[in-house]
Structures are given as structure tokens and as C-alpha cells.
DNA sequence: TTTAATTACGTGCGACGTAAGCATT
DNA sequence: AATGCTTACGTCGCACGTAATTAAA
């Protein structure tokens, strides 16, 4: 009978849908789902009505939900309080990222943010990472995330994942590389395209940085799941961040990039976030969690 | 942070005192430090100022635990109100048990009792084993706690143990029996001192069932720990619960019984007790945890 | 066929206990 | 010495995730 538990509680209330609330919470469906049969045991009654595709609250179970709500009002008085003894009440965050992190990422970092510090405003910008580090020069947000930092200057390191080459499966390169890998030298004489995930770090770049030049480039896109369905029509090769890479894998062929390349995320802060009570809760919170 | 966090911030607050406080809330000393020190880092101020020997509180301290009593109270509402569904609360049980049991067993059950059903009064009586049974076939309690209940009639079983014979160390008997154990009838013929516990089910007992008889009984008390400080004294040998030995065996010598007798300790409930939900409850309770 | 919940099963982390350490009276 | 808090360390259990299953629409 954690805390968790009424959290989930009043977010299947307020989802009337499992699947969702857990995403709320930050846990699985699975989970979720136990956690709540388990609920429902402790107290004795059911709480929720199963019935055809959606969830219902029963009588006793809007008692229930209220009475949780309270204590987790409760709950959040008592943060914010902390908080507020820290001066940190009423501060507001910037935070800029790019479409990736801020899909992946952030969600589940924001939400735990947000649970220790409901006195806090978070903001995100989107753009992309040129834009983030000007943001970050002209001080108009208070932290960013960056993409392969130099080192020093990443506050919090957010994670990391690897170029992987795409091609459509069935080509001869298939069984010659698959486990060694492929390097960008074999890549970038193949009909090729360009992904770039609103990034300036991308495929050409990778490739130009190597000393390299793409000898055939036959588009440009922006979201590495379409340059994927592009190459399973068959129009040529890409380079993808593996993280980014489409659930659904059929006709094409992924191999590691030999020697292997890897993208890194950093939070970074600017001048005025280092100044910044909240700010640096923030990164403090993550250098554990 | 779950909620035995803030039961024990609260507990510590009420109890100024550590220890008491985690004896209260049902852990150790050093698991409720270290809670305390983790609800604290999480919180980022101190609660508790450690001054000379007793534990005080700070000034947002003060803010928070109140906001804790809040929320526990929310959260003992919720379960009043399951109770209340199920037509428990207002209930009183009425539970009979002899001292042992009571010292030792029923504290952390009554506590996680009155954890999950604030609204049940449980009233604890206290006599014989004799009297306990006296009082389930009288029908004046709906719980006793009886020794070695005939099979079919336990509803839960609550604990068991050895007896063992305890005897002055640096006898002869030591080396030979020490690891094999002693026979009822190699005891039976020593200067014997008779410890009851309070149950008629005790060392002469024992002994007159397996159809030996105490040759020399020397002494007749009531309580397991004198009897063992009698043995000390050298005033002769005695059988006793293993759980009931003294924390500080320096010159007794403990040895098993062999074959091995074990007492059982189970609940009943009187007629009364089979019909009311409360009591149905605390047994329902117990076969999971 | 897709979406949603439950069930089964395995694993990792963290909470808690044991025990040692340290301080205060 | 005795009391009381903290620290170190090991282990056990549980909560959660993965994945298979069921059910409904």
C-alpha cells in the first residue's frame, strides 16, 4: 500500500482507462493492473467496474478517490512547503530540447520533477539542436539539452545510442556484415538517404567528418522513420540513431556501424540557470534518479 | 518515500525518540534511521535536530508533521470507510491469550491489525490457558489463542516451538546428549523444577503423557525465566519453550528433546466469533500475512 | 485484427535487519 | 557502563517489467 498505489488510483479514476494511467504514473499496463487488483484486495471491494472496454468507478469507489485525492493534495502541500522553505516556490524552468529527447526522454523525467516539486514551472521549447544551443548562448532558457557535449560543460549526462546503418534486406551486403558491422567508407558510395531528425549531427555529417563525402545523396528528409520506409522501397541506404529506429522492422536490414559511432544527450545550463535555485534542484535530482 | 515514512516521521515527532518510535511503527532502530535520513534528503532540510540525547523538532519540521497527521488521518478515513461498507466498523473483538503469546506474538499482529482497521477495537484479556478456554466455550470472547488445538479446530495457526531441557552446564549428561538430545526419561529421573508458564500444559504434563512420572520435583514456579535461574543455581534440571529461554544462558546447558515436542500455538474463534465480520476480518488478515 | 486487461514468470533493487561504530551521560 | 543514533554490509522479498493469454469490439 505505497503512495503509488492511490496515484494510480486516482489517475485510472481520472483516465477510466488502465493503459493510460499507468503511462500517467510511469509504470506498465502490467503493472498498473496489479497494483490496483492488489488495492482492491487491501481494501477489501472493488473499486473499479471492468466492463466492456472501459473502466467505471464503483459507489464506494468515489469515496475511495476523493478521500485519495485529499491525501495526495496533502502530500503535495508538504512539498511544495520544502520547497518554498528553499525559495525554490514559484520558479520557473526553460528547458530546450529537440523533437527525440523531448519525445523520449523528457516525459518520464518531468514527471518525477514534478512530483517532488509541484511548486516548480517547467517549460519546454522545442526546436532543433542549432536552435537549442543559441537559446542556450542568448541565455533564453535556463538549461538544454545538447548532443555530444564537450566534456565539462554537460551538467547531467541523459544517455547515449549508436548509429546504426539501414538498407533493405536481401542485398549481398547482408550476410558479409551483418555482425561485424559496416563501415562509413562502404556506406557512403551506396545511393543514400539523408535523415536528419532536425539535427545538424547526421549522416552527412558523420560521414564528412570522417574525411568522407556521400556520392549519391537521393533525398533529404527530416523524421528517421520515413527515411526507413524509404529504404525499404528500396531507394537506398540511410543512418539512423538506433534509438530512433521503427518498431516495424520487416525488409530491412540493421547493422552496426564499424568502428561503432555513438550520439550522446547532455543537459547543459546556462548562465542564468546556474544561478538558479530551481534549476539546480533539477539537475540535482537527476544525479541519482 | 512511502507511507511508513511518514508514519515514522510522525511516530519519531510523538515519541521524540527514535528507538520507541520504530518499536511503535513495528521496525528496528537502525532501519528508522536510516528512513528518517532518507525522508530527509528527500525533503532537503532536517526535520529532527539531534542534540545531546533526545531528538527535537525543527521549525518547518513542525509544518510537515502536521501536514503528515493530516494525511494519515485522510488515509485512516479511507479505511474507515471500507470497514464501514462492510458493516466492521464500531466492531469490538474481544481476543483471549496467556502471557507468552501476549509478550511476544499479538503486538505486531494488533498493530498491522489497527493499521488495516482503525475502526475495530480489539480488547485483549489475559489469563491461563485454562481460562482462555473456559472463556472461547463460554462464548464471552470471539478469539482465543489455545495450545496445541485439536486439528480441524485451529482457524490459523500463529507460531510454534521445541520444548527444551535446561540443566546446569558442566554436568556429564552435557557431553553426552548436547547434540542428539535428551529422552523424557533421563530428565524424569533427576531433581526436577517445574515450570508452568502459567499453561497446564508444562513439563509435568509432558512427562505424565508419555507416561513417565517426575521422580523429584523440587520447586513449582509460574515463570520460564525464574525456573532457568533456578537451574543455574543448581537446584535441578526443567523443560521449557525454547522461545521462552532467557536472553542470557551463561551457565545453563540447553539441549534438545529427543524425539522432539513442539507446543503450537493457534487461533479459535468461539461461536460468536464465527458469525461477526470483525472478527472474520483479523482471521482473514492473518492467513496472508 | 486491434486494443485492453489479466496472468505467469523471472529478476533487480531497495528496504530492512544484524552488527559494529561512535557519542553522550 | 548504558543508552541511543549512525554506518556498513548482506540478504530476502516484493514490485515491476516482459511476454503470453484472454476477451471484447
Partial sequence: MNLLHWRLLVAVADASNITRAAEDVGMTQSGASQAIAQLEASLGFPVFTRERRHIGVTALGEQVIEQARKMLAQLNAIRALADESRGLSGGRIRLAS????????LPGLLR????????IEVVVLEGTDEEVEEWLAADTVELGVVMNPAPGRTNVVLGQDAWVAVMPSGQQQERNSKAR??????????????????????????????????CDVRVKVRDWVSACMLVREGLGVTLVPESALPAELRGLCVMPVAPPIHREFGLVCSPSGKTSGATQALLKGLHKG
Same sequence: chains 1, 2.
Avoid at 529537440?98 to 526522454?105: C, D, E, I, R
Fill in 112 to 119: 518525477d520533477f514534478k512530483r517532488l516539486h509541484p511548486g
Fill in 181 to 214: 558491422g559496416i563501415t562509413l567508407e562502404e556506406l557512403a558510395g551506396q545511393p543514400f538517404i539523408l535523415a536528419t531528425g532536425g539535427c545538424v549531427v547526421n549522416g552527412k555529417s558523420l560521414i564528412e567528418q570522417a574525411g568522407l563525402q556521400l
Fill in 98 to 105: 529537440f523533437p527525440s529527447v523531448t519525445s523520449t526522454l
